[in-house]
């Protein structure tokens, strides 16, 4: 069972306000990344990590920040919620070199 | 950009029937290749991999996958499948141990 945690499950919020999706892993895997998932869609990479204090964007623009300050702590933050940034937010870790990610649950986001 | 292209968007069969998800990706040079389920309501899980080797590989739940190189395949199967294999299936390929790059995904419903 992989440690991988995402807080909170579920958040419904009003636009504009600032929210911070939590992820944490117990794994001390170097490499986190978050992907947004919609219905029918492939996940897309919009932020990741190969290590403390290196962060990059992904494929997909996005209008959140991540910051990796600590190995086991990877926050996204959206500084001003729109009804757009209304999906499923999930954040995987993996170890370096060739091995597999490990999810999270996921945030599913509405912004109303 | 890597692709990845998963064929079928919904899958029906009934149990005990055979399955079969195609998986093809665009990038050419080293890979490692992944599939993956999310059962309804649970986070992503590694279904089986492929890193090298002997290209028919075997996962949980009586799942394989064919790596066929020259036809940038790796497609799923299951000899019979049950109810409880109804979830969603993910191809995943992940180029020199970095991003991961996802397929839209499959939606599989098994009908006792």
């Known amino acids: 069972e992989a440690d991988i945690y995402q807080t909170p499950r579920y958040l419904v919020i009003g636009t504009g306000k600032k929210i911070t999706l939590e992820c944490s892993q117990t794994?001390?895997?170097?490499?986190m990344y978050w992907y947004q998932q919609d219905p029918g869609m492939e996940l897309h990479l919009i932020h990741y990590?190969?290590?403390?204090?290196?962060?990059e964007k992904g494929d997909l623009s996005s209008e959140s920040t991540v910051s990796r300050i600590r190995t086991e702590h990877f926050p996204l933050t959206l500084e001003s919620a729109r009804p757009s940034h209304t999906s499923q937010y999930l954040c995987?870790?993996?170890?370096?070199?060739?091995?597999?990610?490990?999810f999270g649950q996921g945030t599913r986001l509405t912004v109303v | 950009a890597q692709s990845v292209s998963q064929h079928n968007h919904h899958v029906i069969l009934s149990e005990a029937a055979s399955l079969e998800l195609g998986c093809n990706y665009s990038?050419?040079?080293?890979?490692?290749l992944f599939w993956y389920v999310q059962y309804p309501g649970q986070h992503l899980q590694l279904l089986l991999k492929?890193?090298?080797?002997?290209?028919l590989v075997k996962g949980i739940k009586g799942f394989e996958a064919e790596f066929i190189k020259s036809k940038f395949s790796f497609n799923l199967r299951k000899p019979s499948v049950q109810w409880s294999d109804t979830a969603e299936y993910f191809c995943?390929?992940?180029?020199?141990?970095?991003?991961?790059?996802f397929g839209t995904g499959t939606s599989l419903t098994v009908i006792p």
């Open positions: 995987a870790s993996s170890e370096g070199g060739p091995t597999e990610a490990f």
């Open positions: 794994m001390g895997h170097d490499k």
């Open positions: 990590s190969y290590g403390v204090n290196s962060t």
């Open positions: 990038y050419g040079g080293t890979v490692n």
């Open positions: 492929y890193f090298s080797g002997d290209p």
């Open positions: 995943a390929v992940n180029v020199g141990g970095n991003q991961f790059y």
